[in-house]
T-cell receptor
Framework: KAGVTQTPRYLIKTRGQQVTLSCSPISGHRSVSWYQQTPGQGLQFLFEYFSETQRNKGNFPGRFSGRQFSNSRSEMNVSTLELGDSALYLC?????????????FGQGTRLTVV | AQSVTQLGSHVSVSEGALVLLRCNYSSSVPPYLFWYVQYPNQGLQLLLKYTTGATLVKGINGFEAEFKKSETSFHLTKPSAHMSDAAEYFCAVSLLLGYSTLTFGKGTMLLVSP
């Protein structure tokens, strides 16, 4: 079965711009979470969506936002990019109806802000 | 709130030696525990998980971990290291199984020398 797909894999943006990252979860999964990974801070939770509703949110500024569509695909948006937003952004999906399942991760989107 | 502490940001072993990566957690309720592995420029792959039942859990690639409630630990071991085990390892906790919200440790880079 297809895994979690994140697009694009690599992205270079200029400070002040905005960016949208996409995540397609495993078929049937309804929970999608986003994580930011940096060498200094490690893996930090951004937010989780479940059935199109934000269920949890991490400690990030309002420039970071997300949404989930009816087919469970999710996007995250970062506005007014800063150099410190350069990171690997990982998406994870889980929760198939009637199953206890762990989180499966995509390969990530490497964002570089210059 | 839960937290995860991984002792040692880097662990070096020789090929064929025992691998021991340490993880301690803090949680107000018994958590679900996970170990993930990450290879360079890749996403996270689940090695093993503890949910309920047997406290010694076996995972992929010969890894296993033991949940010790009294010590709030979930250390990862492998009897004999292979060169291909060189990667970064993350311990994570979740209070709810099935959702994709996880709290991660800072990670431990495993270095394997010939």
């Amino acid at each position: 079965k297809a895994g979690v797909t994140q697009t694009p894999r690599y992205l270079i943006k200029t400070r002040g711009q905005q960016v949208t990252l996409s995540c397609s979860p495993i078929s049937g999964h309804r929970s999608v979470s986003w994580y930011q990974q940096t060498p200094g801070q490690g893996l930090q939770f951004l937010f989780e969506y479940f059935s199109e509703t934000q269920r949890n949110k991490g400690n990030f500024p309002g420039r970071f936002s997300g949404r989930q569509f009816s087919n469970s695909r999710s996007e995250m948006n970062v506005s007014t990019l800063e150099l410190g937003d350069s990171a690997l952004y990982l998406c994870a999906s889980s929760w198939r109806q009637g199953e206890n399942t762990e989180a499966f991760f995509g390969q990530g989107t490497r964002l570089t802000v210059v | 709130a839960q937290s995860v502490t991984q002792l040692g940001s880097h662990v070096s072993v020789s090929e064929g030696a025992l691998v021991l990566l340490r993880c301690n957690y803090s949680s107000s309720v018994p958590p679900y525990l996970f170990w993930y592995v990450q290879y360079p420029n890749q996403g996270l792959q689940l090695l093993l998980k503890y949910t309920t039942g047997a406290t010694l859990v076996k995972g992929i690639n010969g890894f296993e971990a033991e949940f010790k409630k009294s010590e709030t630990s979930f250390h990862l071991t492998k009897p004999s290291a292979h060169m291909s085990d060189a990667a970064e390892y993350f311990c994570a906790v979740s209070l709810l199984l099935g959702y994709s919200t996880l709290t991660f440790g800072k990670g431990t880079m495993l270095l394997v020398s010939p």
